[in-house]
């Protein structure tokens, strides 16, 4: 059975992360597509770090700026730092769309939206998954959204991982991929579990993946990476 092949911030190594532009590239390659968000001002963001240095022409805290001036930086190309609304609207019903939560204030406004798409949109609730480092937000979500599937995301390995996956009513654990072993594979399997894996920009390390059982990948590259 084929992988999912998310595109990792859209097509991070082809056009500037995490931008419309870079959704749309995405999205010719791969009906999946990885994003991560802010909140600020009650309004959802599309960025991954909590500063604008590496990804604009702009300086400071994401948290700390407002939505006025945050949207006024370049990141990249003249492209703005879109919302949510913006990326779904521009990738369609059709796209699976993992939303990262980043920082506090994450999960109720993203429950908002994903609702409001649902209802009025046509989208659906499968045509999401929501994922988080952040595990006290990700339980929020949950239980403002409770048909939405998630995914844990993990860097490391901690003791009975997929149990704990488990109990927190996960559709997948979202893991490092220097931290996959076909035994924690087949014990995520055994519980109903999918395995998502990032971030793999190679193909001999997809197709090793693939042979531990994973279910999906994170890539820099979906024009690159077959699952």
């Not at 390659?29 to 994003?35: F, G, I, M, N």
């Not at 006025?68 to 930086?73: P, V």
């Not at 197709?207 to 979906?222: Q, S």
């Amino acid at each position: 059975m084929p992988m999912t092949i998310f595109g990792h911030r859209g097509a991070r190594g082809l056009v500037h992360e995490n931008t419309l532009p870079s959704f749309i590239e995405g999205r010719k390659y791969t009906h999946a597509v990885e994003l991560d968000v802010y909140c600020v001002e009650d309004r959802l963001l599309v960025i991954h770090d909590n500063t604008v240095d590496r990804t604009t022409n702009g300086k400071g805290w994401v948290m700390e700026m407002s939505f006025e001036a945050l949207r006024k930086l370049d990141a990249g190309n003249g492209a703005q730092i879109p919302t949510l609304q913006e990326v779904l609207d521009a990738v369609g019903n059709e796209t699976l769309v993992n939303v990262e939560l980043k920082g506090e204030g994450t999960a109720e406004a993203v429950a908002k939206v994903i609702n409001a798409y649902i209802r009025h949109n046509g989208w659906d609730y499968e045509d999401f998954l929501v994922s988080s480092f952040n595990h006290i937000e990700l339980t929020k979500f949950k239980k403002l959204c409770p048909n939405v599937n998630i995914g844990v995301l993990f860097c490391g390995v901690p003791v009975n991982l997929a149990q704990y996956a488990k109990d927190m009513g996960a559709y997948s654990l979202n893991l490092d991929r220097d931290f996959v072993t076909k035994e924690l594979v087949d014990s995520a399997h055994e519980l109903g579990l999918k395995v998502f894996v990032y971030t793999v920009n190679d193909q001999d390390e997809a197709n090793r993946l693939k042979a531990k059982g994973v279910n999906g990948i994170f890539t820099d590259y979906p024009d690159r990476i077959k699952g």
